[in-house]
């Protein structure tokens, strides 16, 4: 009976609640989001119905071909990877974002299509790989593979048959392309930059280079026809994926446009640029997807065709070239293609490197005594941390009464939490980062009652801050060996082997490959980071910016557990406690995006009394964070062991 009653109350949450707390979000938040949506009744109709089928024949399979329902409290007791799902492995997940997509489509809503089809995405996208692929691998660890329509090709020296060439060009380019006239589609900003330098106006526009311009896209295109094996057939995808990504990310989160030059067409190349100037857009500027696509084309290419390697590359830079040739890019929009293309083909060397620099920095702990204090080497990261998001807070806050009580109530708020929910685990002075959320919101209020600033105003300032404050931070993690992760594979993992690392002293954990995840904590910063960027720029309501950074930290968060391996981290229903903190911290993001406030006056300003505030609360980090004790026995007295 109480089986039966929880499926009820699970299928009742998710087919009914879920849907309408989306819909409610959208109305809700429909002022919020200025943007256009495309009038294409077609195109929503399709996604609707395209949605509505792989949700209920994803259902139906998992009925009659695994013996239950698709919840996760109450799994089906066979795994299946035939079917729709041997085409898709998440069907249902993405059949309710298309269906999300749709319905704001055809109800010409901006919020639905912009902001909670997004987040709906990405919130399945955190269920997966924050919980169920791990569950899945538990329960099935011999499962065979689904998804053949999105999986990578396999590694090996075999010749790839045509198929999978196809299906490499369709899951590569298809998402590019997608993507790519989303950004032209939306516009540039209100207040653009533009990329081109003063020197480059007076640039003449060769209208011939147009004939160049153009061998970008066959060039492209036909590369994964030309590769010859599976194998770097999955290299191409992987490095296609990284391209749209990093481009993709930079071009929305940077209010950056190149106008092209102007010209008068008098041959036949320059009427094609014409053309083509009138089907493109100023905003996908930087990186130029010309250059990353050409480069990325002459890497394979080179390759495949070892002997023409010479000619690929010239072949890539003469597109490059004409990027500058047609008028149609700046230098930095080379530039920047020039150098997203070096880091994505180079991925594996660059990942091996970056990984052996992690390595090498977590084992670097060291101290210097002086008299009974001790003062750890990352304790200049915790004030450093600190330093910078004073600073950023104090240019949108000209008030040193604005910084004081957010700063002192946020250090003890950490403080404190660290105590309550980790002090009986053998760390003498942990510190919590939602103990510092809670603290930080309260001196909020504080200073919102000493200072001309609105609550909403001070805490939409600190959280552009966040990100920073926190991507810095990680660094003292990784000396420290706090917020360290599980074991995991040798060429994914980093080795501790310094024994005051606390993946050493305290998870027992010396030696063994754990994923980097404080690292992989300042990537989701960067990405966050980005994104408020772009929002605070746009003046976006408070409580929008507020939410979204919420709701994007705790879906990271969400996922970022799942690859931790801290001993002392509680468990409860399935989850981690700091999984249900993150999946608190998402509702309440939601929420806060809904709130009705008047529009923020924040602007930029240098702002020099900040300077000592900022000095001071670096000390405070610092001394708090990197300095103590060793040899005292008092409570709080000690970081590590003496």
Known sequence: MNTLLGKLAYGLAFCAVLPAVLVWWALRTAALVPLPVPHTPLAGAACTGGGVLLMVWGMGSLWFRGGGLPMNAFPPVRFVASGLYGLLPHPIYVGASLLSVGVSLLAGSASGLWLVSPVLTLAWLALVYGFENADLRQRFPHRPVGGSLVSLPPATAALAPLAQRLRVAAVVFGPWLLLYETVIFLGPSRSPVSTFLGVEQSW?????????????????????????????????????????????????????????????????????LQLERATDGVTAALPS??????AVAGHFWGRRFPRLRAVSFALAVAISASCLATGMHSLLDVAGGVVVAALVIRYRSGWRWLQLGLERFANSWSARQVGPLRIINHSWYAGLAMLMGVLLVGCLLPDVWALLPPVLLGVLGAGLWGQLVEGASGLSRPFGYYGSLLGGLAGCLVA???????????????????????????????????????????????????????????????????????????????VVGLVLFRLAYEHAPAPLLIGVYLILTGLARFVEEQFRGEPQTPRMGGLKLYQWLAFGMVMAGLGT???????????????????????????????AMGMDF???????????SA
């Open 289 to 294: 997807f010309h250059v990353l696509w050409a």
């Open 630 to 640: 060793p040899f005292s026995t008092k409570r709080f007295s000690r970081l590590a």
């Open 448 to 526: 919102a009652q000493l200072t001309r600033f609105s609550f909403f105003e001070v805490v939409a300032a600190f959280t552009v801050a966040l990100p920073l404050v926190q991507g810095v931070g990680r660094a003292r993690c990784l000396i420290q060996g706090c917020c360290h992760g599980r074991a995991t594979a040798n060429r994914v993992g980093i080795r501790v082997t310094h024994p005051k690392s606390r993946i050493c002293a305290l998870a027992q954990l010396a030696g063994q490959p754990v994923h980097a995840t404080p690292a992989y904590s300042m990537l989701a910063n960067l």
């Open 204 to 272: 003449p526009v060769w209208q011939w280079s147009e004939g160049l311009y153009l061998l970008a896209y066959p060039f492209a295109v036909l590369t994964p026809f030309v590769i010859k094996s599976p194998c770097l057939l999955r290299q191409f995808a992987v490095v296609g994926w990284l391209a749209t990504w990093v481009g993709v990310l930079l071009q929305l989160s940077l209010p950056l446009v190149a106008v092209p030059r102007p010209f008068v067409a008098t041959t036949l190349w320059g009427e094609l």
């Open 593 to 623: 995006t809904m709130l009705s406030t008047a529009a923020s006056a924040l602007q930029f300003e240098w702002y020099p009394t900040a300077i000592p505030v900022a000095l001071g609360a670096a000390l405070l980090a610092a001394f």
